[in-house]
T-cell receptor
Framework: RKEVEQDPGPFNVPEGATVAFNCTYSNSASQSFFWYRQDCRKEPKLLMSVYSSGNEDGRFTAQLNRASQYISLLIRDSKLSDSATYLC???????????FGSGTQLTVLP | DVKVTQSSRYLVKRTGEKVFLECVQDMDHENMFWYRQDPGLGLRLIYFSYDVKMKEKGDIPEGYSVSREKKERFSLILESASTNQTSMYLCASVRGLAAQDNEQFFGPGTRLTVL
C-alpha cells in the first residue's frame, strides 16, 4: 500500500464548477499535512497547509479526518487558472521528511 | 523573494558517466532535499541534509551520493549514470521543523536523460 494515495484523475470540469479531491495516508503518526500545486513542467508550490480544524483560503477549503486518515481539498467556482496537478503531502514521523502523493490532475474547461 | 536554483534545466548524459546536479538556495535554510519525479510515482526522496556536512538517506539512495560543503549548496552525484536514472530531479529547501517553517521551496528541476 502506498503511504499516500490519490486518485490520479484526470478531472475535467467546466469553469465555475466545484470539485473535490481526496487523499488517504497510511502513517498514523503523521502530524503535518499539505496540498501542493504543480503546473505543467513547473516545480511544486505550497497551496495550503491542512489543519485539524479545517481551513479555508478563498475558494479553497482543506479538511483533515484523522480517524479515517484522509485529507480533502475542495475548490469552489473553478477558474481556468486552477488547471494543474494537486499533490497531497504528508510528513512522516520526522518532520524533515515528507511523502508526496502522485497527484491528481485537474483541467478546468471554458 | 525565496529562491532555489538548479544548475541545469536539461541535461543529456551517457551511461556510465559521472553526473553532478547542483542546487543553491539563498534563504539561509538548514534543510535541503533531493527528489526525483517520475510519472505515476510522484516525488521520491533520494537524500536530504539538515546541516552542513550532514546527510541522510531517503527512500531511493542507491546509485546516488550527495555533498553539502556549504549551507547554501547541496549537490547530487550520480556515480555512474544508468538509463533508469532518466528522470526529473527536484531540489527543495526548508527553513526549519516548526509548523510555520516547514514549507518546502523547490527549484525549477533538472530533466536528466541518460542514453
Amino acid at each position: 500500500r502506498k503511504e499516500v494515495e490519490q486518485d490520479p484523475g484526470p478531472f475535467n470540469v467546466p469553469e465555475g464548477a466545484t470539485v473535490a479531491f481526496n487523499c488517504t495516508y497510511s502513517n498514523s503518526a503523521s502530524q503535518s499535512f499539505f496540498w501542493y500545486r504543480q503546473d505543467c513542467r513547473k516545480e511544486p508550490k505550497l497551496l495550503m497547509s491542512v489543519y485539524s480544524s479545517g481551513n479555508e483560503d478563498g475558494r479553497f477549503t482543506a479538511q483533515l479526518n484523522r480517524a479515517s486518515q484522509y485529507i480533502s481539498l475542495l475548490i469552489r467556482d473553478s477558474k481556468l487558472s486552477d488547471s494543474a496537478t494537486y499533490l497531497c503531502v504528508v510528513n512522516r514521523g520526522s518532520a524533515r521528511q515528507l511523502t508526496f502523493g502522485s497527484g491528481t490532475q485537474l483541467t478546468v474547461l471554458p | 523573494d525565496v529562491k532555489v536554483t538548479q544548475s541545469s534545466r536539461y541535461l543529456v548524459k551517457r551511461t556510465g558517466e559521472k553526473v553532478f546536479l547542483e542546487c543553491v538556495q539563498d534563504m539561509d535554510h538548514e534543510n535541503m532535499f533531493w527528489y526525483r519525479q517520475d510519472p505515476g510515482l510522484g516525488l521520491r526522496l533520494i537524500y536530504f541534509s539538515y546541516d552542513v556536512k550532514m546527510k541522510e538517506k531517503g527512500d531511493i539512495p542507491e546509485g546516488y551520493s550527495v555533498s553539502r560543503e556549504k549551507k547554501e549548496r547541496f549537490s547530487l552525484i550520480l556515480e555512474s549514470a544508468s538509463t533508469n536514472q532518466t528522470s526529473m530531479y527536484l531540489c527543495a529547501s526548508v527553513r526549519g521543523l516548526a509548523a510555520q517553517d516547514n514549507e518546502q521551496f523547490f527549484g525549477p528541476g533538472t530533466r536528466l536523460t541518460v542514453l
